[in-house]
């Protein structure tokens, strides 16, 4: 650091200037320190007096409510108030309000049924009492009073309003206690406002109602102007924690209409700064601020705290110290005046007399000045032989010297200036080349200093982490930027960090279970590895390679979940339930109940709707499982159509109430036009020493016997829907099948067949194409011609019809003649290619009334035939396509055709 240049005739000028001003600065220091300590004295109980004065008006306004609502709550708590009389009640609460001052602009009553009545203030200041009950339908009636204070001429009637919603009553309630509401913007009168609460219990201590007494907050401005005009000062109440006014003597408005509602006005806004600090420590320190010191305006502070039930003011004043300070400072400023020229006289004196003596002196500064600038020729004179003349001997001297070693130092710097250069280039390409090779690494690297901070960072550490560019992380606490919290925001301490403990350890740390955090707040997985850098034995840095493992934790999650869950119903699976229930065949787990459940019909809905359908199937009954059971139930998948339920610590009661919800959200449950079923069984274990297994395999007996009584009425009605379902989407369908069923049971009293077989052939004409319920609608009310792939769609319905009626017991004789109504005499047929006699003979029967229907029914690909055509079809056939002796039969006696 350069010395300050300055003579000592300077130096000797300054410090009898200093001296003097010290002398002159004491005593005024001490006079001014004696009169303003007594002038913060007087200001401070100035200050307390008006505080005190304007909390006296506060306590007494305040408390007025409350003693409008202590006066009252025994006899609306004791019911003397019939709030049942309308009459009684009008008087009542008119009669209140008349009695209290013109502040207070309602006295009220609401209920905990909803009920609201009172008295209050309009516009004009006079008085009109409301009500609000079953019989106003929810809505608040206002009626003028009479002289005698009872219920006069109707006013208005506003909308639905509740008392229970509103913030006096919510806090009464909530408090149990008296207790004032947060400030509000009155409803009529352009004023702010708040209410005394009082909850009414009644002799059951059941909370009744709550009483309301609402003032207006406009007089407090004028008791604050009163108090503070004698003092030219200004006071303010605020509300503490929020700082919004309440009340100010300057007359500025507290508060502001909106479209919206009221916009409050804070402290702050165009206030003096030192009342707001005044109220910001307030807030820091609990209590009320002692007075401030004065600010640049000359302001001293005052604040003192107001606190009521619900209330949390501040008192704050603010008084000038101008008219206290105005006669001293008139009196210092002519002492500074008079202190300043003797100072000016004196230096000037000494200054003339010092100029001769140190003459000599400032020409040897002069040379020493030219010296030390480059002029290594430059010598001082040597006056006279005096401490000065011996001075500058001394210097020329030294000077001879520097002068020879300066020639000889300049050729040796400007040598190791160009050896620095050089070694500089070699350092600047080296670190290119270490900066190329680690932008060019795929994994992301930095280091850290001892303090944790960043030195250096690659391209794929920025990419990953999503910064632009090095000068946002180097330099930064790197734990603080990435590394500071989990993944579910639990913060990590420095402590805690395992990449900071190798800065502690020196020994390296891999980790993959963690987090890194990129710079717009996300995060993703990492596994990192961490390495000390040692220099001198010493640890000096660490540095740290990562890689983003996103989809290594994904792809590790989805097999987690796999392996405990049924891909195709979101259920655990049977290697997960074993293992369950192991662990949960404890004896703090009893009674321990199975419950084995299989889906109804699903082969049926597989043969005749497709698998697809099926898995819909399954699904739906998975979720009609996990619906119906509690939160604690483990649902499983075993397999196929077969589900397990493990219900911990329940009893066969609750498991049958389980049961029955299952079954009942299963029922309203639908895959296609098929309801979802299920049948049930269950065990339960009720001591230590019973077999699981056992009761499991109980489970399993009771489900398959209850599904050897439920199949069948399920399946029955499974296949009327599937019919129902073909007929509803094709009416075409319809008509056909009860054709063939007339012509059917016509062919076989012609045949002589007994009753029930005519019946059996009459059945077997409705459900013959059952199987075209697998057929697309499309397809089968295709106006043209099949292609090759439709055909062979449509041909495959015998095989399908066959195997949905196979699955019903009644119905099984029934299926062979389905599969077999396409088969040909000459054994051209489909599917087995029957022949002759191997054909079933109701099966000849249907082929032959199936096909004169469709000749001669509407078909949407061809014109309808009429009868003598369909018939001479049929003879032409006979013999190839059809029996040749059931055609004969079938035109004479069913048609009654000549053969």
Known sequence: MAAVKRSLRSLIIISFIALMVATIGLIGYFAFANWHSSTERMVSELQNNTNRVILSRIEGFISATEHVNGANRNLVGRKVIAMGDRRERAQYFASVLQATDEDVYSFTYGMEN???????RNARGEIEVYENNAATGGRTRYYATTPGLETGSFVNETGLFDPRTRDWYKIAKTTGRPVFSPIYKHFVMDDLAISAACPIYGRDGALAGVLGTHITLSRLNGFLREAVQDQHAIAYIVEKDSGYLVANSLGRPNFSSRWDGIGRVALGEGDNPAVVAAWRRSLAAPGAAAPTSPDKDGLLVKVTGYNRDGLNWLIITAIPQEPFMAGFEKSLRFSLLIAALAIVLAVLIYAKSTAIVFRPVYDLIRTTERFSAGDFSERAQVVRKDEIGRLSLAFNRMADQIDALIHTLEERIAERTRELQETVRQLRDSEDDIRLLLDSTAEAIYGIDLDGNCTFCNASCLRMLKYDSQEELIGKNVHNQLHARCSDDTPITAEE???????????????????????DGTFFPVEYFSYPQYRDGRVVGVVVTFFDISERKKSEAEVAYLSHHDQLTGLYNRRFYEGELLRLDTPDNLPMTIVVADVNGLKLVNDSLGHTVGDELLVKAAAALSRGCRSSDLVARLGGDEFVILLPRTTPAAAERIIRRIKNIAARETVGSVTVSLSFGYGTKMAAEEDIEEVFKKADDQMYRNKLFESPDILGKTIDTLIKNLHENNAMEESHSRRVADLCRRMGEALGLAPGDVDELGNLGLLHD?????????????????????????????????????????????????????????????????????????????????????????????????????VAELQQGAGRQFDPALVEIFVEKVLGKPA
């Open 114 to 120: 909803g009920e609201f009545y009172g008295a209050r």
């Open 497 to 519: 960090c395992r990449i900071l403990q190798t800065l502690r350890s020196g020994e390296r740390v891999h980790a993959t279970d963690e987090v890194f955090w990129r710079s």
């Open 770 to 870: 059952i199987g075209k319920i697998a057929v697309a609608d499309d397809i089968l009310s295709k106006p043209g011609k099949l292609t090759d792939d439709e055909w062979a769609v449509v041909k495959r319905h015998s095989e399908i019809g066959y195997r949905i009626l196979s699955t019903v017991n009644h119905l099984s004789e029934l299926a062979d003649y389905v599969l077999a109504h396409h088969e040909r005499w000459d054994g051209g047929g489909y599917p087995k290619g029957l022949r002759g006699a191997e054909i079933p003979l109701p099966a000849r029967i249907i082929h032959i009334a199936d096909a004169y229907e469709a000749m001669t029914g509407y078909r949407s690909y061809r014109p309808t035939m009429t009868e003598e055509a369909a």
